[in-house]
């Protein structure tokens, strides 16, 4: 069975620039998250969305945003990118909010 | 704010010896909580996860234990081996959220 895929792996982008992050869940799981990994420290909840519908937003600026589509995939946008937006980005997959949830292998981000 | 935390950032050990990692949680209201380790440059890998209606979970060479009087939980690995080096977080999960602490390095050498 495909775990939680994220693409892509890593990516470089300058400052001011816009970026777009995919997740394609668990076969079965509606629910997607997505969470910001800086060195050394623990992922920081950013959005949740359930069927489709964001049930839960964590304390990111408007810049961030996210939607997920009929297929329960997922994008996370963040526009006017800083430097300090360089961090691993999570995504995670559970069958609802209150259950397991599994972890994709990050995008790599690095604002220049 | 509610957070979790973890008593103790790093933790080396021999390999064959059982660890054990803590973390301390304040919110007395959180009822649902999930263990992972993450290698370097991968996500969050699930170890086990434990409710509040327990006190006591097994998996395979891993046990939590969940202590709600003094909101406090472990993740006891037995017969540690080089594989398991890796930083541990414990998270509660809000229903909405996951809500992580820092983590605990853990090194295993042979």
């Known amino acids: 069975d495909a775990g939680v895929t994220q693409s892509p792996t890593h990516l470089i982008k300058t400052r001011g620039q816009q970026v777009t992050l995919r997740c394609s869940p668990i076969?079965?799981?509606?629910?997607v998250s997505w969470y910001q990994q800086v060195l050394g420290q623990g992922p920081q909840f950013i959005f949740q969305y359930y069927e489709k519908e964001e049930r839960g937003r964590g304390n990111f600026p408007d810049r961030f945003s996210a939607r997920q589509f009929p297929n329960y995939s997922s994008e996370l946008n963040v526009n006017a990118l800083l430097l300090g937006d360089s961090a691993l980005y999570l995504c995670?997959?559970?069958?609802?909010?209150?259950?397991?949830?599994?972890f994709g292998q990050g995008t790599r981000l690095t604002v220049v | 704010g509610e957070s979790v935390g973890l008593h103790l950032p790093t933790l080396s050990v021999q390999e064959g010896d059982n660890s054990i990692i803590n973390c301390a949680y304040s919110n007395s209201a959180s009822d649902y909580f999930i263990w992972y380790k993450q290698e370097s440059g991968k996500g969050p890998q699930f170890i086990i996860d434990i409710r509040s209606n327990m006190d006591k979970r097994q998996g395979q060479r891993v046990t939590v234990l969940l202590n709600k009087t003094v909101k406090h939980l472990s993740l006891q690995i037995a017969a540690t081996q080089p594989g398991d080096s890796a930083v541990y977080f414990c998270?509660?999960?809000?229903?909405?959220?996951?809500?992580f602490g820092k983590g605990t390095t853990l090194s295993v050498s042979s």
């Open positions: 076969s079965g799981h509606k629910s």
């Open positions: 998270a509660e999960n809000s229903g909405t959220a996951l809500i």
């Open positions: 995670a997959s559970s069958f609802g909010g209150n259950t397991e949830a599994f």
